[in-house]
């Protein structure tokens, strides 16, 4: 059975670090496309980060560029997005979510494969 479950979400200071973990069981991660998205109250849930199968490349949201990294871990299945220098607006529920085609996107409608989501929050 298939399953993504995000983890590492947490209450953390603006200028603060955070890595989210996105660990799959079902489906082997290097066969698939991964991204990260992220929805705050009220908003649009939006792509911040994909990797493509592989890993060759990788694309960032502009708001997140310099300050987020994405990453796989073939050996441990799991995915993550290294977060520093975070600001009160990257404050979101953040999802991992897994594309069979080979090419990241940043976009919903290209994922079919979603986890539950971990909380983020910024402030002091």
């Known amino acids: 059975q298939l399953q993504i479950v995000e983890s590492g979400g947490t209450l953390v200071q603006p200028g603060g670090s955070l890595r989210l973990s996105c660990a799959a069981s079902?489906?082997?991660?290097?066969?698939?496309?991964i991204g990260w998205f992220r929805q705050a109250p009220g908003k649009e849930r939006e792509g911040v980060s994909s990797i493509s199968r592989g890993g060759r490349t990788t694309a960032y949201a502009d708001s997140v560029k310099g300050r987020f990294t994405i990453s796989v871990d073939n050996a441990k299945n799991t995915a993550y997005l290294q977060m520093n220098s975070l600001k009160p607006e990257d404050t979101a529920v953040y999802y991992c979510a897994a594309r069979f085609w080979g090419l990241g996107s940043l976009s919903t409608t290209d994922y079919g494969a979603w986890g539950q989501g971990t909380q983020v929050t910024v402030s002091s």
């Open positions: 079902g489906l082997t991660l290097d066969n698939f496309a």
